[in-house]
């Protein structure tokens, strides 16, 4: 997520229409849709409907996460989204189980795209009052001649945000809606995921952390009384053990000739305690990123092993972590 070549707009622009070009749709189809995404998914499958997309994750046997996404229902298929970087690898990946399934397919759908809208004032204009008002929580999702609506997460600042998937043609009248809303840049929706606190993979973090410590159950993504699917033991045991030594952060650094890259140490003096999830550079000359860290070093001044010398500023989240109030004894 991370943007060297553009740097977000500080503060963020509000209403705005932003093309996520680093996304892709997958479209998951035929008679086994739900049965593989429940055995493969951290979301109840029977959650995902007509009006609702919740976040899922996909992991490995040891409860590593090598995707996250959304699930839309469209019709009797389900959608999900995938980072451009990751979408073969994952696809692959996931084919290997859906082969049990006779007649479900994926695919992605080449002419998809998802399209960011920031601020309140975006949902309104595309759609009356009537059905913006059943767009009030994350995940609530209407749909559309040509694509659904979802809300998503609301930023810490408080600006609202939601997902125009297009899978379709729009009609005339939402394309002209879609056209007034002034258009801001693909940097600005990475600061705008990072200021909601949602993470996202990159082949530098796939595979390194349980969706616990990406804070993925904040954002829905975790259904904790679902039946077995791949991981569902290392996740469960996490939660209901009180198990979760290190959670998902947002920081800010001065020191922001480059932001700093997924995967770079998080410091306490010398000793790594976090990695770099996701980062972006704003037009202040500062960078925002999310980093996993550990909850007792939290508090510390801490620093990026790139500029050791430059302490980071802790930034708020748009929701609680009550897992950093508790205690145990594991650290995986």
């Known amino acids: 997520m991370s943007d060297t070549e553009n740097r977000a707009s500080h503060p963020l622009p509000h209403p705005a229409r932003i093309s996520i070009s680093d996304r892709v749709i997958v479209r998951i189809t035929g008679p086994g849709t739900d049965k593989f995404l429940q055995g493969q998914f951290s979301q109840q499958i029977d959650d995902v409907t007509q009006s609702h997309s919740p976040r899922a994750a ?93 809300r998503t997460m ?29 258009e801001a840049t693909l940097a600005d929706w990475h600061a705008a995921e990072i200021a909601a606190g949602v993470a996202a993979l990159t082949p530098a973090t796939k595979e390194g952390f349980v969706p616990q410590m990406l804070n993925w159950q904040h954002v829905g993504g975790i259904h904790f009384k679902k039946g077995c699917y791949t991981g569902q033991e290392v996740i469960a045991r996490m939660h209901f053990l009180g198990q979760l030594k290190k959670s998902l952060f947002r920081f800010t650094t001065d020191q922001a000739a480059n932001p700093p890259t997924p995967g770079e140490a998080v410091l306490d003096g010398d000793r790594p305690v976090g990695n770099v999830i996701n980062s972006v550079g704003l037009s202040d000359g500062t960078a925002e990123f999310l ?21 980071l500023s802790q930034r708020p989240l748009p929701y609680s972590v009550s897992e950093r109030e508790q205690t145990g004894t594991s650290d995986t």
Not at 291 to 311: F, G, I, K, Y
């Open 154 to 182: 609301s930023t810490a600042e408080g600006i609202s945000r939601f997902e125009l998937w297009q899978t379709g043609d729009l009609d005339q009248l939402l394309q002209q809606a879609l056209h007034d809303i002034p």
């Open 58 to 150: 996909a992991c490995t046997p040891k409860g590593r996460a090598y995707c996250l996404t959304r699930l839309v229902r469209d019709g009797d298929d389900v959608l999900m989204e995938l980072p451009v970087e990751l979408a073969d690898d994952t696809v692959s990946h996931l084919r290997k189980y859906l082969m049990l399934f006779r007649g479900t397919s994926m695919e992605v759908e080449a002419k998809a795209r998802i399209i960011g809208l920031m601020g309140q004032a975006t949902a309104t204009q595309l759609l009356p009052g009537a059905i913006t008002d059943k767009l009030t929580a994350a995940g609530d999702t209407v749909a559309l001649p040509g694509g659904n609506l979802v």
């Open 291 to 311: 980093a996993v860290v550990r909850h007792d070093a939290a508090d510390h001044e801490l620093a990026l092993e790139s500029a050791p010398n430059t302490p």
